[in-house]
């Protein structure tokens, strides 16, 4: 309704070359399982307590807090690696492969490591169970399964025309062409 209000505005104040795109940041991918990360570790006899986190639909972000012994953080990663759920760790040896930089200190939000997840599983809610029936991924290798979309209308696009896939790093060449035609 709001994108509607604002489209009726141009016309009323009959603002010429209008152009409207609506995109997704990412899309949703279908879930089946839940991970339940405290569970995967105990069962395997492995410390837990030591550890919040974050779960981030198809990854969860694990913190270590600061009385995590290494050994203990280093046995979990080895136990998640090998689970069937796991696509993979993501810590500070290859954490620059999903655009971050490790902090030169010590910051309470940066996790420790980062259990990306296998296409299907989600991580699970604090009752071990699913919280949601899809989820955006993690790494830019889930790009594909993520079901973004846009929408868009104006002077610069065809009535009627439909894009069935579009990855959303195209979006930017469409707003640069418009731009650049001034009817942005």
């Avoid at 309470?108 to 919280?131: H, N, Q």
Wanted: hydrophobic letters at 35%.
């Amino acid at each position: 309704s709001l994108i509607g209000r604002i489209m009726d505005t141009a016309e009323a104040e009959k603002i010429e070359n209008v152009n409207f795109m609506v995109f997704s940041d990412h899309g949703h991918s279908n879930i089946k399982y839940p991970f339940d990360f405290y569970k995967v570790l105990s069962d395997e006899g492995c410390e837990t307590e030591c550890f919040k986190t974050a779960n981030n639909g198809g990854s969860v972000l694990v913190y270590a807090l600061e009385n995590c012994k290494s050994d203990i953080i280093e046995k979990a990663k080895d136990i998640l690696k090998n689970h069937g759920a796991v696509d993979k760790i993501i810590d500070e040896s290859n954490m620059n492969e999903v655009g971050w930089s490790v902090p030169d200190y010590y910051d309470k939000l940066f996790p420790s490591f980062i259990v990306a997840l296998k296409e299907d599983w989600c991580g699970a809610g604090d009752d071990g169970k699913l919280g949601m029936k899809s989820m955006h991924g993690y790494l830019p290798s889930t790009v594909e399964r993520m079901n973004g979309f846009m929408v868009s209308c104006g002077t610069h696009f065809d009535k009627g025309s439909n894009v069935d896939n579009m990855e959303i790093t195209k979006i930017y060449d469409i707003a640069m062409d418009i731009y650049e035609k001034g009817e942005l």
